[in-house]
């Protein structure tokens, strides 16, 4: 076997990232994804240019770029009469739907499970949304930071007056990464009972599920926690700390790892004092170990610091700007990138590889994300369409 997902055809309706970027793990693992987009380019092609047409209009975006690698490209209009017809042909001969659309538009586009599943009962459709099915906001539209400030996320970070969003889009990559993972449960539950089925994953869903630890400790003890920057509450020390020449962050949980610190700090006391007996405990009064920690911190460099702390063996790493992780020595040592040639491009672009890798059958970057409708023509034959069908939809408006 050289790829798990082989002989797999998934088609990519998807915007930005949480649809794409499921269609792109699959299309790591060896499966054909179609990426279906307007005949003028879809609104997430050009977001975070790193690059301009001649003219100076934005180019291939960033997100472009690492949403759409190993995929081939198809202009498409869904919502055109012929366009539909296309959408069924397409269909038949697919085993995954990918969409991240509300659930009314998914009716409109005939991209619902009802109407998926009449056409072709072995493919798997697997949606995203903001909210999900089932609610009342199930046809809002909503981003990673709707689901970041609705899961008490944004409230728990920054300060009590000024809640601060996290940059990195965490929830839209969580809804992808959950969402391939349900379709690969699906697939291998389609080779037990020939049927395909709704895969549904939700923004609000993954968010909450990422802040289950302090949602539970809420509902089961009404602590009411407030946000307090960067200082943990539920163990510690755990904070960030400036060094003679910039940040590091320590974080320690559990009793072993804090007779460590105690140690290296040369605060043995603490291992008596019941304010820091239990990880319970060491939260409730982490502003006195942060305290100490910013002092032991401010009298060494980030090199010092860190050194001192690896050879105590305590969890710490620096701050990096954008630019030292990827200078960073483990980052290309370990092959967290790969690279993105692209038409305009000077160089190729470093995206982030598979994130998770297989020792037999692992994710490979194969092929550069693709240009505007690429792979139209090659699609469209394979379906039985002849040069004068292409044409007629062309002219049409259809793709």
């Not at 998807?14 to 499921?22: S, T």
């Not at 609610?135 to 689901?147: C, H, K, Q, S, T």
């Not at 409730?284 to 942060?290: A, P, V």
Request: with cysteine.
């Amino acid at each position: 076997m050289t790829s798990v997902l082989e002989s797999i055809r998934v088609l990519d309706f998807g915007r930005y990232i949480a649809g794409p970027y499921c269609a792109a793990l699959l299309a790591d693992m060896g499966a054909e994804v179609i990426r279906i987009e307007k005949r003028d380019g879809s609104e997430d092609r050009t977001l975070i240019p790193v690059m301009h047409e001649a003219d100076g209009t934005p180019g291939a975006g960033a997100l472009f770029l690492q949403m759409n690698r190993n995929k081939k490209g198809l202009t498409l209009d869904p919502a055109h009469p012929q366009g539909r017809e296309v959408v069924k042909r397409l269909i038949k001969t697919a085993d995954v739907v990918v969409v991240n659309l509300p659930p009314q538009t998914l009716r409109h586009l005939g991209l619902d499970w009802e109407s998926v599943h009449a056409i072709n009962p072995r493919t798997v459709l697997t949606t995203a949304s903001a909210f999900g099915s089932g609610g009342p906001y199930e046809e809002r539209l909503g981003f990673d930071g709707v689901a970041q400030a609705m899961a008490g996320a944004v409230y728990m970070s920054g300060m009590p007056e000024q809640p601060v969003r996290a940059a990195a889009s965490w929830v839209d990559f969580g809804t992808a990464s959950l969402a391939a993972f349900g379709t690969m449960a699906a697939l291998f539950a389609r080779e037990k009972t020939g049927r395909g089925q709704h895969v549904e994953g939700a923004l609000l869903r993954t968010a909450v599920t990422f802040m289950s630890q302090t949602l539970v400790e809420q509902a089961v003890l009404k602590k009411d926690r407030v946000a307090t920057l960067n200082r943990g509450q539920t163990a510690g020390p755990s904070d960030i700390f400036k060094c003679k020449d910039g940040w590091i962050t320590i974080l320690v949980n559990g009793n072993p790892l804090f007779k460590r610190i105690a140690k290296l700090m040369g605060e043995e006391a603490w291992l008596t004092d019941p304010r820091f007996a239990t990880d319970e405990a060491r939260g409730d009064n982490g502003e006195r170990l942060s305290e100490r920690c910013a002092k032991w911190c401010a009298a060494r460099t980030v090199a010092q610091a860190l050194a001192e702390l690896e050879k105590a063996k305590v969890p710490a790493g620096p701050i990096l700007s954008p630019q030292q992780l990827l200078d960073d020595p483990h980052v290309k040592a370990a092959n967290y990138f790969a690279k993105a040639a692209y038409p305009g491009l000077k160089t190729p672009a470093p995206i982030p590889a598979t994130p998770v890798t297989l020792s037999e059958t692992p994710g490979t970057v194969r092929t550069p994300p693709p240009t505007l409708g690429q792979h139209t023509d090659e699609i469209l034959t394979g379906l039985g369409l002849t040069k004068a069908d292409i044409e007629d939809l062309r002219a049409s408006g259809a793709v």
